[in-house]
């Protein structure tokens, strides 16, 4: 599940369609409707609001708002007539994070946008959130270095082994 912190402006085809269904499932968690993905970490900001679900309505409504901007027809009844109470924080370290990790999805998914992308130095946040300095924050997973440490760079780029260089792995 990626809640993404950046603005859903920047995401390709793909990634809103995912970022609409997979904020949909965290809905339906934090509604309390579903027993998958409960104790998953990118809910904690959510929760922390004094309404969790009303919080995710409001995410979801930016989402939806793109998708009509792109003239995608996502059904606006799925969501919760919840509404939050403010911008969530999200560390300055968390957004460049998810942009090298996003601007490295774009680079295979959608070199278009990739390259229409490739300026942007401080990308906005998602309208839900507010930027507060700080590094990524402690429930990110972040890639391992060899010696076993994880990455803490802000905007280190988040970097998967390629099909061949992962153990068993066919050529």
Request: proline share 8%; charged share 25%.
């Amino acid at each position: 599940m990626r809640l993404w912190s950046v603005h859903p402006k920047y995401l390709d085809a793909r990634g809103l369609v995912a970022l609409w269904r997979e904020g949909l499932l965290a809905q339906a968690v934090l509604r309390g409707r579903t027993i998958g993905y409960r104790q998953h970490p990118q809910l904690h900001r959510f929760r922390s609001q004094p309404s969790p679900v009303g919080a995710m309505a409001d995410f979801l409504r930016a989402v939806h708002a793109e998708a009509l901007e792109r003239g995608y027809a996502f059904d606006a009844r799925k969501l919760s007539s919840a509404r939050g109470s403010g911008s969530i924080p999200v560390t300055r370290g968390q957004l460049m994070h998810e942009w090298s990790h996003l601007m490295a999805k774009l680079a295979l998914r959608d070199p278009a946008r990739y390259s229409r992308l490739a300026n942007v130095k401080r990308p906005e946040p998602h309208p839900s959130f507010r930027i507060v300095s700080g590094d990524v924050e402690t429930w990110e997973k972040r890639p391992v270095t060899a010696a076993g440490r994880s990455v803490r760079a802000a905007g280190a780029s988040p970097r998967r082994p390629s099909a061949a260089g992962r153990t068993g792995a066919l050529p």
